[in-house]
């Protein structure tokens, strides 16, 4: 990303306030665990408490909140880990518009930085509180192996996976000891169900909300022609259960590069040939299957458009709560 004072500040500020909204909620959960406040209470809680920190930071305020929709309507025209460029390009240059303004520019991005700081931590624990129910199950929430010290962690964190196994094998016990033991059925060949399109099971829950449909219905989907039940038929269960498929809304590069970047993300075991094979998805203009060929060859064509694309729904749906 080019060199800029206001970007470097903003990365600067968010690094150094992460620790804070991260405190927060573990003193709040133990505030919580302390007065036998059920679980779901304390996550509405602290759900409700970061909402009231976004709704009262100043960028939100009626002098300024303007340049937070312009700076965050600009960030999905950049590609991939360059969206901090509207801070130079287009908020900089709303900001001087401002007559009187009650903060400098640079006070602005440092409360900008804390606010989607603190708003992506809400979002994360909010998203990812598994981990943390376990943890407030036993009323531990540091000293781990693989945790240390409290963090908020999400499936994109190198060690997810073996912090909240670490963490569940200490809050359900009963769940690690061996069943008794019974006499043996004749054995049975088993056929291990691989789904064409095979999306990891930690992302499972959030990829079957109807806000992850509804992004994709914005982006890719025909919205008259394939239904949220489609949607559910065709990324999770098995082909020969149901006869649902995609109708496409757009052009055939700028989904199968979308379908590329959502199987490195979410489902690395899919291939463009399992897909293909079952034809999921169809062009709406010419009514066309997309093959395997169809779906490996367009996604080597994409344009730099057709990848900004992805790459912004990419990002909306990894917001989803």
């Known amino acids: 990303m080019e060199e800029d004072k206001y970007i470097n500040l903003y990365l600067e500020t968010y690094k150094q306030h992460r620790p804070k909204p991260v405190e927060l909620i573990k003193n709040m959960l133990i505030n919580y665990k302390e007065k036998h406040i059920n679980l779901t209470k304390a996550i509405n809680e602290i759900k409700s408490h970061f909402s009231e920190l976004e709704n009262n930071d100043i960028t939100n305020s ?7 929709d312009i700076y965050w309507n600009a960030r999905p025209g950049y590609d991939n ?5 509207a801070i130079k390009n287009e908020l900089q240059s709303a900001f001087k518009k401002i007559e009187n303004p009650p903060i400098t520019f640079s006070e602005y991005i440092k409360c900008l930085a804390k606010r989607e700081c603190t708003s992506e931590i809400g979002r994360n624990f909010n998203n990812y509180n598994d981990t943390y129910s376990a943890m407030y199950k036993i009323g531990k929430f540091e000293g781990f192996k693989n945790l240390r010290f409290f963090d908020i962690v999400t499936p994109f964190d190198k060690k997810y996976d073996q ?27 088993s056929v291990k169900i691989t789904l064409p399109i095979d999306v990891e099971e930690k992302f499972l829950k959030v990829f079957k909300s ?3 449909y509804s992004i994709l219905e914005g982006y890719y989907f025909n919205d008259t022609e394939t239904t949220y039940k489609d949607y559910l038929n065709v990324f999770f269960e098995n082909p020969k259960n149901h006869k649902s498929k995609i109708v496409l809304d757009c052009k055939t590069q700028e989904f199968a590069f979308f379908l590329k970047r959502f199987k490195d993300e979410f489902a690395p075991k899919s291939t463009f040939s399992a897909i293909g094979k079952n034809g999921f998805f169809i ?19 994409a344009s730099s458009k057709d990848k900004n694309l992805a ?8 917001t989803v709560k």
């Open 283 to 301: 062009t709406k203009s010419k009514g066309k299957i997309l093959s395997r060929d169809n779906l490996s060859n367009s996604a080597k064509k």
């Open 81 to 85: 880990g360059y969206h901090l460029l």
């Open 311 to 318: 790459e912004e729904s990419i990002e909306k749906i990894k």
């Open 210 to 212: 109807e806000k992850v």
């Open 163 to 189: 912090i909240k196994s670490e963490i569940y094998r200490l809050a359900y016990p009963s769940n690690n000891n061996p069943p008794p033991k019974k006499k043996k059925p004749k054995k049975r060949k």
């Open 62 to 68: 009626s002098e300024l909140n303007h340049l937070f």
